[in-house]
């Protein structure tokens, strides 16, 4: 792979035609080590953010050794990218049968989450009524403090979890109780929240419960949402967990996402048209940016040209390459004044649910990916990025 010192040096050395993906390996394994060192648990990477084998063999290698897989696609991804080396979790609710018998009896795994007894049935059939799984039911819980909900999906309502737990006690090895409080938890409160449901469900139950899984939703920092540090998180959730009725030797997992992901991959486009304040760039919805475009979700940009520009800095709404309207990203994006086509930007923090999204509709896609070594344009994890390309890079906020 072709390596680079910088965002600005890719741009000018290579004048790309097509998007490039910006990794930064460096800023994923300080992520991992993050959660690997302060998360008062285990950390499980929830594989969906980003299934690049690069990414997993860096979270690895920097203490992430539990994956979160939620197909049999991603289970086969980990195997063959780790060498059957690394843990993997089942954590989808509905499976295919077919998929929990291959992962059970070819892959190794043992732990499945489930919110229904049909699902139990399931899996107690897929895996010939196996005596050693790990089987984590997932509760239903709130997802307002979340830019993105995972609340009306997936989960066991109050009422439906005692006969559920019992069963699920019967027959698993290890029981888990996990819920997800929806992706970019804005508040710690989330999660104590979150475990205030889990108390009510085991006292409700009174079963034996072994694992304690509190899910994804970590938030990264991106313009108009920048959470407090996520020690706070940890210790929000680590105060919960010990307040739990549960044993002793109770194990604390989590599954973090976005948080492990976000800053490992940017993007660099081109400006191929400016019309008033809206700009056409080469890549959009079907590329990197769904949650730009879909959810109106606000990444940092960058002009990228050698001489800085002097210019104000104005609001600017993106259109991507295809030829229909939702191929929009309404932004305000920040950028100079004085943009214009020709000129390349650097899209940041799009690691998670992003790069790992692009399709090739229209005939627009990039296969392009180079490494860099500058910093991501935010980080959660660093007090303060250097400031580069000072008068373009855009303050958060
Ligand atoms: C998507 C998902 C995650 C990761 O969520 P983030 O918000 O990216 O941290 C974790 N667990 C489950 C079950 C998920 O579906």
Request: hydrophobic share 45%; aromatic share 8%.
């Amino acid at each position: 792979m072709h390596k680079h010192h910088s965002a600005l040096g890719v741009a000018t050395a290579l004048k790309p035609a097509a998007p490039v993906t910006l990794i930064r390996p460096q800023a994923a394994a300080r992520a991992a080590r993050f959660f690997s060192e302060k998360f008062p648990g285990r950390s499980l990477y929830a594989v969906k953010a980003n299934p690049s084998p690069d990414l997993i063999r860096t979270l690895f290698a920097s203490g992430i050794t539990h994956f979160d897989v939620a197909s049999i696609a991603e289970v086969r991804l980990v195997a063959e990218t780790l060498q059957g080396e690394g843990k993997l979790c089942f954590m989808h609710p509905v499976k295919a049968e077919e998929a929990i018998a291959e992962a059970y009896h070819i892959h190794g795994v043992r732990t499945f989450s489930l919110d229904t007894l049909d699902e139990l049935a399931k899996i107690m059939r897929a895996t010939n009524d196996a005596t050693d799984l790990e089987l984590c039911v997932r509760l239903r819980v709130s997802s307002e403090h979340s830019e993105l909900s995972l609340a009306s999906k997936f989960g066991a309502e109050l009422g439906e979890t005692r006969e559920l737990l019992m069963a699920t006690r019967q027959a698993a090895d290890a029981l888990g109780i996990c819920f997800h409080v929806g992706s970019q938890a804005m508040s710690p409160q989330a999660y104590s929240d979150a475990i205030e449901r889990v108390r009510a469900a085991i006292v409700d139950a009174a079963v034996t419960v072994d694992i304690i899984d509190v899910g994804g939703g970590f938030p990264s920092i991106y313009p108009g949402m920048e959470p407090v540090a996520l020690e706070n998180y940890f210790d929000a959730i680590h105060r919960g967990f010990e307040s739990l009725p549960i044993s002793y030797s109770a194990e604390l997992w989590c599954e973090p996402g976005r948080a492990l992901s976000a800053e490992y991959s940017s993007v660099v486009v081109r400006v191929e048209r400016r019309r008033g304040t809206e700009l056409y760039i080469n890549d959009g919805a079907y590329g990197a940016l769904f949650d730009a475009a879909h959810i109106g979700w606000r990444f940092p940009v960058a002009l990228l040209r050698e001489e800085e520009s002097e210019a104000e800095l104005t609001g600017f709404s993106f259109y991507g390459p295809t030829c229909d309207d939702m191929d929009h990203m309404v932004g305000p994006f920040m950028l100079p004044d004085d943009v214009q086509a020709g000129d390349y930007i650097e899209i940041g923090m799009l690691g998670a649910y992003g790069a790992a999204m692009r399709t090739g509709f229209n005939g627009f896609t990039s296969e392009a990916v180079v490494e860099v070594e500058d910093e991501p344009m935010a980080s959660l994890y660093v007090d303060a990025i250097p400031v580069r390309r000072r008068a373009t890079v855009i303050k958060l906020g």
